[in-house]
């Protein structure tokens, strides 16, 4: 792919193309306002067209009725599209629209040998999508925009079946975006063909969660009139939402779930549970909780592979405290969008799985209008010319940078030695340390007694920091250890901020304060009220954490065999992270094997001993003091 260039736009240019864009073809065809490089709020959100067209996928046929899996579109948009204003599509793909099925999670305490013990966990819901009472069409269909919201296959009055992050997913909402462009089919639901003749056919996707990833995966197909793409904690690599390092791994909050899991819960197309089951059974047989192996299962469900098609520019969200799509997910997508020169911004806040809109409403607004109106309007609105990463580093406290790993994060390597001290120096004759997994106990009970000893668990601090200290980027641990006398393979690391603070604490609070951000309509006020994020004075934080299947050790796709008590060496990342520890404080690095919350849970005794003289961690340090 030949890197898109984005130019400043000269102003005497800037100023014809607005009076080109906003100039009619006709002197009866409605056109856009722009002013202040701004389309404006012109048109009637209550007078809005809402159409649904039932978009043919053609070459996919995922429930194997012999006939093109279909997804159905609502769209809503200006009423002077009837009469010959032709505008771009924000779209949103889903498979949440119909809601959820109450589905069971797997069991994660297993035998020895890996094999599930009899219990059950129960699916809770996700995050849902807006449908068309979010802010959308409030905002942007009074700004000449229209939108669309697919349903995902195998969902709602989509025909097919879902696969989690397989390509027959992908096709859905990719087909409406050839129908947008006039190269594929679509039906009214009495199956008269309709064109989209109101459509410019310039796309731009946006989503959280399932339907920020769709955006990525469509991206990721190259497909002619997708513009951008506002992936909004997202994944990039399904193998990184389910497992780590050839281990079994669960999404934050959700222990159990897995890849069939899902897609029984987004199942609730009519008679999806007969005509699917094959389907789902297939993702049950294959996507293999034993040994946790990257396998062409993960492999056609993994966006990097084809990162070299993204043609769409990339606005990327993501919060840093979010365990659910866990950060490895937009880092990896955002290295890879940086070493192909692909036109990008990235915002990284200090909240969970959460909406931008939710957090920071009108900075976000401002800043997704210009995005829109740059890349699907061709309008100079500025927003290319502004720093490229906005990062919160305190709740409510933001910073703009010219990239992310914040310019001038280096590498810096800390060394672990005994009586739990972690500094710049190597120790290579410190005595070996010792302790014994269980499945008990959280990592966060594990990790708040540092560096008092434990049983199960080692500890290695810092003195306190003399200055404060960034890392930007994606940490790295390697350890040299055995283990013995017990079945467990994992190995689990964390990076933990001791010193007490006023963190965020994965909430939002009213601020008392009302926004009125668009046009309303019944039911549905065009108006917010606006939040913070809920803070809480707290001893320690675990920043970061990483995971490792010791039987990895050499490559995520490949199970090797460990000889009981012979020492090893064992490297493995943590989720990228963007942290500053403060003057004071302790950094410190704890070592366990299970990590209640997110492994599987093998029977508790295995006993791992540590050489720290060999083991270190390696930070990416922005220009800062180190002890």
Known sequence: MHPRKTLAVPLAAALAMALTIAAPARADTPSIKVENGATQPVFSR????????????????????????????????????????????????????????????????????????????????????????????????????????????????????????????????????????????????????????????????????????????????????????????????????????????????????????????????????????PVVDHLTATQDRVTGDYSRFWDARNYLNDVGKVKASVFLVHGLNDWNVKTKQFAQWWYALSKRHVPRKIWLHQGTHMN???????????????????????????????????????????????????????????????????????????????????????????????????????????????????????PEVSVRASLRDGASPYLTALLVDYGTDVRADGTLVPTGETLCYGQGVPGDTGCTNLRRLGTATTPYKIVTRGWLDVRNRHRPDRTDRLLPGREYSFTWDFQPTDHVFKKGHRLGLVILSTDRDYTLRYPEGTRITVAPGRSSITLPVSPGVLP
């Open 356 to 474: 931008p809109f939710s957090l920071r409403t009108v900075e976000w607004l401002r800043q997704l209008h210009g995005w829109f109106d740059h890349w699907l309007y061709g309008i100079d609105s500025g927003i290319m010319r502004e720093p490229q990463a906005d990062v919160e580093t305190a709740p409510g406290a933001w910073e703009r940078h010219g990239s992310w790993p914040v310019p001038g994060a280096r590498p810096v390597r800390l060394h672990l030695d005994t009586g739990s001290r972690l500094g710049l120096l190597p120790h290579p004759l410190a005595p070996r340390e010792s302790f014994t997994d269980q499945k008990t106990r959280t990592a966060e009970q594990l990790a708040e007694s540092a560096p008092a000893p434990d049983p199960n668990r080692l500890a290695y601090l810092t003195p306190a920091l003399p200055a404060d200290l960034r890392i930007s980027g994606t």
């Open 46 to 277: 209550a007078e809005a067209v809402k159409q649904t067209v039932y978009v043919e996928v053609e070459g996919t046929d995922s429930d194997g009725d012999g006939k093109p899996d279909r997804v159905a579109v609502d769209i809503l948009r200006p009423k002077e599209t009837e009469q010959g204003l032709k505008v771009p599509v924000i779209m949103e793909a889903s498979p949440y629209y119909a809601g959820g099925n109450d589905v069971a999670n797997h069991p994660v305490d297993v035998d020895a040998n890996g094999n599930p013990l009899p219990t059950l966990l129960s699916l809770t819901d996700k995050l849902l999508a807006e449908p068309f009472d979010g802010y959308y069409d409030n905002y942007f269909v009074p700004r000449g925009y229209a939108v669309a919201l697919v349903e995902n296959l195998g969902s709602g009055r989509a025909t097919g079946c879902p696969t989690t992050g397989d390509r027959n997913e992908t096709a859905g909402p990719k087909a409406a975006i050839d129908w947008l462009n006039g190269r594929a089919k679509g039906f009214t639901a009495e199956g008269e063909p309709v064109d989209a003749t109101w459509s410019t056919g310039k796309v731009g996707m946006i989503g959280v969660s399932y339907n920020g990833t769709l955006p990525n995966a469509v991206a990721a197909t190259g497909v002619r009139g997708l513009e951008t793409i506002v992936p909004i904690a997202a994944i990039s690599s399904w193998y990184d939402y389910y497992r780590a390092n050839g281990g079994v791994l669960a999404p934050g909050g959700f222990q159990g779930e897995d890849a069939d899991v899902l897609a029984k819960y987004v199942l609730t197309r009519a008679d999806g549970e007969r005509v699917c089951a």
